[in-house]
C-alpha cells in the first residue's frame, strides 16, 4: 500500500511539473509585431526599446520588420490584403487610392487610449485630415512625420538676393539645367507646372471630382498651353532623380522629399529651402492598424505607436531624415519650418483616382518623348 502511494505520489509530481513546464512555455511564447515600413523608419535601437517596453508591460510580443520594405500603395495594400503585417506606416493618400480599397482594411484609433498619451502632444492640423478618416468621421491613422517636394537651393554658389521666389523662375533661362526633378512620383512635376499657372497643384484631380469634364479636357489637350508648358519644365530640367537626388557640380537647385540634403549638409554642404511664394506640396506619413488587430496585439501596436510618436524617435526624424516632426515636443525643424503653416491641409497629395492618374501618365509620357 505504501508503494502504491508513493508510485502514485511521484506520478502526480510528475504531471505537475510537465504541466508546469507547458504553463511556463506558453506564458513566455512570444509572437511577432509583424510592421510594414518605409527604409529609415525603424532602427535596431527602436525595435530594442519598443521590445522592452512590451515585456516590462508584460506583453509578449516583439517588433518584426517585414522585407521588403514599403514601396509604394499597390504593394503595401496587397501586404495588408494578404495578412502579412499588423502595423503599417501607409503614406496618407495611399488609404483612400482606388476607391478606399486599403482604407476598408483598417480599423479606426482610439485616439483616447490610455496607451496613447503621446496622441495629445500632435499638432491638431494634422489628426483629423479629411482623407485619413473613415465614414464615421474617426481617424484611420496617427501621424508620424511629413515633408515636401522640395527646392534646396546651394548657398554657397548662390547669392540670397538672387535666390527666385516662384516656382515661375524653373522655366527662366538662368535656371535652365541647373535644377532637379523627381522622375518616380511625377504627379508632383504636374503639380508645379500647375501651380506656375496660378492652378491648385492637384486642380485635375479636383475637377475630375467635380465632374468638370470640360476643364479636364481643356488643360489636358495635347496642343494646349498646359502641356506645352509641362514639356518645358522637362526640357529644362537637368537631372532627375529616383530615390535620392544628385548633387553634382551643375546643379544650383535640388529637388528633394529631404533626407538627401541632410546628409549632404553633414558631409560640409550649404543647401536651404527654396520658399516659394506658391507654397509647397506636402506628404504625410502614418502609422495604422490592420482591421483584424484586437486583444493584447491591439494594445501592444498601441504601445508600439505611442514610442514612434514621442519625443525621442520624433526629435531623430527631424534630426536625421529631414522630415517635418509631428509633436509639440519636439523643436521645429530649422530647414523646413513650422508643421502649421509648412504641411497645410489643401497641399496634401490627394488620393488620385483611377481616371486623373491615367491622364497625368500620359501628359507624363508627351513630355517625356520630347525630352528622351
Known amino acids: 500500500m505504501k508503494k502504491y502511494t508513493s508510485l502514485r505520489s511521484m506520478a502526480l509530481f510528475t504531471f505537475l511539473v510537465m504541466f508546469n513546464s507547458v504553463a511556463v512555455s506558453a506564458e513566455h511564447h512570444v509572437e511577432p509585431l509583424r510592421v510594414l515600413t518605409w527604409e529609415g523608419y525603424v532602427t535596431e535601437e527602436d525595435m530594442i526599446n519598443v521590445d522592452k517596453l512590451l515585456l516590462d508591460q508584460g506583453y509578449h510580443f516583439k517588433v518584426e520588420v517585414l522585407s521588403p520594405y514599403a514601396e509604394g500603395a499597390e504593394q503595401m495594400y496587397n501586404?495588408?490584403?494578404?495578412?502579412?503585417?499588423?502595423?503599417?506606416?501607409l503614406t496618407l493618400f495611399f488609404i483612400k487610392m482606388k476607391s478606399e480599397q486599403t482604407a476598408k482594411l483598417l480599423q479606426p484609433i482610439n485616439v483616447n487610449s490610455s496607451r496613447l498619451n503621446n496622441y495629445q502632444y500632435l499638432y491638431p492640423n494634422l489628426t483629423k485630415l479629411n482623407m485619413g478618416l473613415d465614414h464615421n468621421g474617426n481617424p484611420l491613422y496617427i501621424p508620424w512625420g511629413g515633408g515636401i517636394y522640395g527646392f534646396y537651393a546651394d548657398h554657397d554658389r548662390i547669392y540670397p538676393d538672387t535666390l527666385p521666389h516662384s516656382v515661375k523662375a524653373l522655366w527662366q533661362p538662368e535656371w535652365r539645367n541647373k535644377f532637379s526633378l523627381n522622375k518616380a512620383q511625377e504627379w508632383y512635376n504636374i503639380g508645379l507646372t500647375?501651380?506656375?499657372?496660378?492652378?491648385?497643384?492637384?486642380?485635375?484631380?479636383?475637377?475630375?471630382m467635380k465632374e468638370n469634364r470640360t476643364g479636364v479636357l481643356n488643360k489636358s489637350a495635347a496642343d494646349g498651353a498646359f502641356q506645352a508648358q509641362l514639356t518645358a519644365l522637362y526640357d529644362a530640367a537637368g537631372s532627375f532623380w529616383a530615390d535620392a537626388p544628385a548633387f553634382d557640380e551643375e546643379l544650383l537647385i535640388v529637388s528633394s522629399w529631404g533626407p538627401g540634403i541632410h546628409a549632404e549638409n553633414a558631409k560640409g554642404g550649404n543647401w536651404h529651402?527654396?520658399?516659394?511664394?506658391?507654397?509647397?506640396?506636402?506628404?504625410?506619413?502614418?502609422i495604422n492598424f490592420v482591421k483584424s488587430l484586437s486583444g493584447r496585439k491591439l494594445e501592444a501596436a498601441e504601445i508600439f505607436a505611442n514610442y514612434f510618436i514621442g519625443k525621442e524617435v520624433q526629435a531623430r526624424i527631424s534630426n536625421q531624415l529631414s522630415m517635418v516632426p509631428v509633436s509639440t515636443h519636439v523643436p521645429v525643424n530649422a530647414i523646413?519650418?513650422?508643421?502649421?503653416?509648412?504641411?497645410?491641409?489643401?497641399?496634401f497629395v490627394p488620393p488620385y483616382d483611377k481616371r486623373s492618374y491615367g491622364l497625368m501618365r500620359k501628359m507624363l509620357e508627351r513630355a517625356k518623348k520630347h525630352n528622351p
Open 194 to 208: 500647375l501651380m506656375s499657372q496660378g492652378e491648385s497643384p492637384f486642380y485635375l484631380y479636383e475637377e475630375f
Open 336 to 347: 523646413l519650418g513650422d508643421p502649421n503653416k509648412i504641411l497645410n491641409e489643401n497641399m
Open 273 to 286: 529651402l527654396i520658399d516659394f511664394d506658391e507654397g509647397h506640396m506636402a506628404w504625410l506619413d502614418t
Open 79 to 89: 501586404l495588408i490584403r494578404a495578412k502579412e503585417c499588423d502595423i503599417t506606416f
